[in-house]
């Protein structure tokens, strides 16, 4: 049992590392678009808040919200599936801990 749940960590410890890499991307590109979209935006107004009014709501920069919000997704699922089978791994060892103690026990 406890084994199945370490290959499960060891085998998914690098999907969940690109997953969490991807997420951090994204959350730093984020500041790259919302920068070049004011940019763009400096054409028509000169005033920050104009231009960070149009970075947000501009279609390519809510794109990128999507794609970090499944970056978010991915990275959580991962987390918690890696989470549950170190609890696994405990589980199993306090249930053997347990067994060697009735065995003594008896």
């Not at 960590?9 to 997420?23: G, L, S, V, W």
């Not at 004011?38 to 054409?43: E, V």
């Not at 920069?61 to 991962?78: D, R, S």
């Amino acid at each position: 049992m406890s084994h199945e749940a370490i290959d499960f960590i060891f085998q998914n410890a690098p999907e969940y590392a690109k997953a969490k890499a991807e997420r951090v991307y994204l959350e730093e590109f984020r500041k790259t678009k919302k920068a070049l979209l004011m940019k763009a935006a400096l054409q028509k107004y000169e005033a920050v808040s104009a231009q960070e009014r149009e970075a947000y709501a501009h279609p390519e920069y809510q794109e990128l919200l999507k794609g970090l919000q499944a970056a978010i997704e991915i990275e959580e699922e991962l987390k918690w599936k890696l989470e549950a089978a170190r609890l696994r791994v405990e589980v199993y060892r306090t249930e053997e801990a347990s067994a060697r103690m009735q065995m003594r026990a008896a």
